[in-house]
T-cell receptor
Framework: DSGVTQTPKHLITATGQRVTLRCSPR?????VYWYQQSLDQGLQFLIQ???????AKGNILERFSAQQFPDLHSELNLSSLELGDSALYFC?????????????FGPGTRLTVL | AQKITQTQPGMFVQEKEAVTLDCTYD???????LFWYKQPSSGEMIFLIY??????QNATEGRYSLNFQKARKSANLVISASQLGDSAMYFC????????????FGTGTRLLVSP
């Protein structure tokens, strides 16, 4: 158990819908990262937050948005869903002040868009 | 831009034997970190080992060791004494060491350990 929690574990929805994925980082971790794992794109970095502020953006679609709240949990919002958004979405967290950013991954949320 | 290449889509090894999973990388950053993660069929990503670009010695963590050859830009994972539970996808990844940066992943290698 990495200490990172993600809910829900599975999500099935229809095209055009909007969903919210939730992540709680390990106790004490200030950085949260979101990744998408799909069959055609592999594992891709989406976005990073550090202590409530956006730090870095990757290949995140405009239909997707995220935020990190004062209690450090994060939410990834996916809207106008398409079939191609079906993927495993990971949240990871890392500790501030370490010499390297070993990231601990949550169990992931498997999103299926029908 | 950083890039990770894993050229072995699949590897087979017999139980108790050692296996090497290949990883090459490309970056213009002078300081970077290299990571290996294991993803069993259940889907979670498990951190295995880390190597910093300025580390003089190869990293080791139990049965895992990282064969770091900086001039060749390679960071191969060696698993000694393979176990059935080692069957999984293995991902090589890298990041900059300058703060809290994203991980760039390779395409992965599926390892199958046979009895």
């Amino acid at each position: 158990d990495s200490g990172v929690t993600q809910t829900p574990k599975h999500l099935i929805t229809a095209t055009g819908q909007r969903v919210t994925l939730r992540c709680s980082p390990r106790s004490g971790d200030l950085s949260v990262y979101w990744y998408q794992q799909s069959l055609d794109q592999g594992l891709q970095f989406l976005i990073q937050y550090y202590n409530g502020e956006e730090r870095a953006k990757g290949n995140i679609l405009e239909r997707f948005s995220a935020q990190q709240f004062p209690d450090l949990h994060s939410e990834l919002n996916l809207s106008s869903l398409e079939l191609g958004d079906s993927a495993l979405y990971f949240c990871a967290s890392s500790t501030a002040g370490t010499t390297y950013n070993e990231q601990f991954f949550g169990p992931g949320t498997r999103l299926t868009v029908l | 831009a950083q890039k990770i290449t894993q050229t072995q889509p699949g590897m087979f090894v017999q139980e108790k034997e050692a296996v090497t999973l290949d990883c090459t990388y490309d970056t213009s950053d002078p300081s970077y970190g290299l990571f290996w993660y294991k993803q069993p069929s259940s889907g979670e990503m498990i951190f295995l080992i880390y190597q910093g670009s300025y580390d003089q010695q190869n990293a080791t963590e139990g049965r895992y060791s990282l064969n770091f050859q900086k001039a060749r830009k390679s960071a191969n994972l060696v698993i000694s004494a393979s176990q059935l539970g080692d069957s999984a996808m293995y991902f090589c990844a890298m990041s900059q060491n300058t703060g809290f940066q994203k991980l760039v992943f390779g395409t992965g290698t599926r390892l199958l350990v046979s009895p």
